[in-house]
């Protein structure tokens, strides 16, 4: 077992000579081993080791009796120890989920703790080979993705902390083998006997019948990770590389696709980049960008429909805007919903819209302007033939407007529509009104309202300055 730690330990530079390395230690087999084999290491690689325990408190006096268990080795090992306490408990009962995800939670938390104020940045746990197994069945059954194939990674990187795992490529009987060798008493949790857990149903029950199948199962499939490992690598690449030819822009919402080249790329690119999009936008440590979500934006993609719109899990949303196919943080506000207060234009200044991100600026002038000089932000109109004060609102339910060069009315949504102005934009672009009647929507239309014509003597001149351009 030595040599094999040792071995990993070289081959991925898990453990830089001199490191200063946090080890987490439960006080179970495991860890036990972990600990001592790091122990005997430690003065190969010239590491500096402190231990760490989270008592859970979830097993009474058993969980006190870990944690005593714990310190007195450490003690005699002379290896300090710090122990963290943490209600699971409590937090289920406040917060509600599963227990055992609760409890990895809370002590990743207070590993994370215990190194900032030791300020060390590795850790090491005791993952080793049949845990590694486990993961990968557990992942199979549960209908994960390829790329979640490449199971528990020897090397990660996690809130600025490198956390290690030295002994994937032992297993199970090697660590009991070991601790047998040098009369380690490691604390037994009877939880792990529990079949009600996935994962001890699968150690106990399904792992044994396939070893029986194929007695090098196990072995095959630390094989299948590390290939799964190398290919997934690959295919970050040409994911990456698939994200600049169709990516148009990502801000603080989320991402903007070019969807007639986005569904031009093969299937499984197709899929490949929208799950490492969803991992982009989902927060660490949920596991909610599903196959179903994946299909779901990709059917979104391929629709003739110019507008549409999903939920998607995680809080997030895509949406189809005419050749756009954005994947976003949802919005607080649902489309319709949003009234602005009306706001008055300033006709000699400045006025900021809200919220669509950007202002009016609006002058008077005695000599006309150039209509070819006008760019699609600009208006003119006779000042004499409006009706003030002018004011500034967002669109409105049943909103009518007199297109220039058209006999009678056109609904507002209509005109936004052929415009091919997007949903999300269509309940937040700023309208002109004068008195009741809308006179301009910046960039789409001018109204029949107000026309200048060689007997005008007032010209109001306004532009539309959008803050994203």
Not at 240 to 246: F, P, S
Not at 406 to 423: F, N, Y
């Amino acid at each position: 077992m030595l040599k094999r730690v040792r071995k990993l330990v070289k081959e991925h530079n898990l453990l830089p000579p001199q490191s200063k390395v946090l080890v987490g230690v439960s006080g179970g087999p495991d860890s036990m081993a972990l600990l001592h084999v790091l122990g005997r290491l430690a003065v190969e690689f010239d590491w500096e080791l402190i231990a760490v325990h989270v008592n859970h408190r979830l097993r009474g006096e058993a969980s006190d009796e870990d944690e005593h268990y714990v310190r007195t080795q450490c003690q005699a090992w002379g290896i300090p120890c710090d122990v963290e306490s943490v209600d699971v408990a409590a937090h289920l009962q406040k917060h509600g989920g599963n227990k055992q995800a609760v409890a990895r939670l809370l002590r990743y938390d207070a590993f994370r703790r215990v190194a900032l104020n030791r300020q060390v940045n590795i850790l090491a746990l005791a993952h080793h080979g049949d845990d590694q197994v486990e993961t990968i069945l557990m992942r199979l059954v549960r209908g994960a993705a390829p790329g979640s194939l490449t199971g528990i990674s020897p090397l990660r990187e996690w809130k600025g902390i490198r956390i290690v795992r030295p002994m994937l490529d032992v297993f199970r009987e090697d660590v009991e083998s070991y601790c047998d060798i040098h009369k380690l008493q490691p604390r037994l949790d009877e939880s792990n006997l529990d079949r009600r857990y996935t994962r001890n149903r699968l150690r106990m029950e399904i792992v044994p019948r396939l070893r029986q199948i194929n007695p090098g199962f196990r072995e095959g499939i630390l094989q299948y990770t590390t290939m799964a490992e190398d290919e997934e690598s690959m295919w970050k690449k040409l994911a990456e590389k698939a994200a600049g030819q169709v990516s148009l822009s990502r801000d603080q919402r989320g991402f903007t696709l070019d969807s007639i080249a986005f569904v031009q790329l093969d299937v499984a690119l197709q899929r490949r980049l929208i799950k490492l999009i969803l991992n982009c936008l989902m927060e660490s440590g949920t596991n909610e960008g599903t196959f179903h979500a994946v299909e779901q934006i990709r059917y979104l993609a391929k629709q003739p429909d110019p507008s549409m719109r999903i939920d998607l899990p995680g809080g997030l949303e895509a949406e189809r805007e005419y050749q756009l196919l954005r994947i976003v943080y949802s919005s607080s506000d649902p489309a319709g919903s949003l009234t602005v207060p009306l706001q008055s234009l300033n006709l000699s200044g400045k006025t900021e819209f809200s919220p669509y991100p950007g202002h009016f600026c609006a002058r008077m002038e005695s000599q006309p302007i150039s209509h070819k000089s006008l760019h699609k932000n600009c208006a003119l109109f006779d000042a004499d033939l409006l009706e003030y004060p002018l004011t500034l609102r967002n669109r409105c339910s049943g909103d009518r407007v007199r297109p220039m060069g058209l006999q009678g009315t056109k609904k507002v949504k209509d005109v936004l529509i052929d415009a091919k102005v997007p949903r999300r934009l269509r309940n937040v672009l700023p309208l002109v009104v004068s008195g009741k009647e809308i006179i301009w929507i910046p960039g789409v239309l001018r109204s029949e309202t107000a026309l200048t014509t060689k007997d005008t003597r007032s010209f109001l001149y306004l532009e539309w300055v959008p803050h994203n351009q």
